[in-house]
């Protein structure tokens, strides 16, 4: 079932018809596998009584943590028990920032996404292999062996200040093979320090060394809803099959699911283009891919490339 038919919508329930109390749990570390359902089920269910739980650590082990145990008592006593608890004043969302795999912050927003986020155009310059801020004006080209192990393109931003990026964030492609009719292109975004060393982060089942966020797409369903994406969220149908052909260049646009890291001046975020998973997972992995050539990324004034990261505005950019 390569589409998305009626196989798949006898399978998707109706969350907006959910009107009970809910409490939510969203790990930044399960990515391709239970963030996008559990950010898009919290906000989507038609309750008006919904917290979010977020969180980037171990989830089974952060699950039966003395700290979520204790929420989640609170929850079931006030709704379940009716006790006077104060459940009602907690605040709706419980937001985890991390710094690293083991360090981070806590702290509570009204809502998600969190108010005062602003999403921000980081261009991509082959020519220089960087993240800019503005278009570059002479076009480039980057390509890569999507079948290698390390075959893959990089594009670095440094951080000038301490920066928060939370939510979720986009990658938009000119991209072309050199063979075949079809493309499946992986993003990530990782961490590195000031030094260059790259900053690890658990992932799902808890793998130790993963990375900030990810997104995937085969390219031959790069078709768009206009009606259901936003930024930092495209929706793609999966409703139709557009073929490339060798050469041709294309514009996709491509999710990359949700987290929150917090940048240190100094430090800096690398965007990573390559042709299958980006690490070795024991399980729930990409096998057969659709690869076949090499892939070129192009940029440049007629193929304007970019990354659109949500980043949260402190206190003194307000004003």
Known sequence: HPFDDVYWAAKRPELERIEVPALVCASWSDQGLHTRGSIE????????????????????????????????????DFFLKRDANSWEDTPRVRLEVRRSRTSYEVRHEPAWPIPGTEH????????????????????????????????????VWYFERETEITGSASVRLWVSTTDGDDLDVFVV???????GREVPFFGY???????????????????????????????????????????????IEIEILASSTLFEAGSALRLDILGHDAARYPVFRHGVTANRGRHRVHTGPDHPSMLVVPVKQRRDDRG
């Open 41 to 76: 089920g919290f906000m989507r269910i038609g309750s008006p009584e919904k917290w979010l739980y977020t969180h980037g650590r171990r989830k089974w082990e952060t699950f039966y943590s003395q700290e979520a145990r204790e929420t989640q008592r609170r929850f079931f």
């Open 120 to 155: 921000v155009e980081l261009h991509l310059d082959a020519r220089a292999a960087a993240l800019v801020n503005t278009p570059p004006q002479v076009a480039g080209g980057a390509d890569y062996d999507p079948n290698a192990r390390d075959g893959r393109i990089s594009f």
């Open 189 to 195: 975004l990782r961490k590195l320090d000031a030094a």
């Open 205 to 251: 089942n808890g793998y130790p060394d993963d990375v900030v966020a990810k997104g995937w797409l085969r390219v031959s369903h790069r078709e768009l809803d206009p009606a259901l994406s936003r930024p930092g969220r495209p929706w793609h149908t999966h409703g139709t099959r557009w073929p490339v052909q060798p050469g041709e260049i294309v514009d």
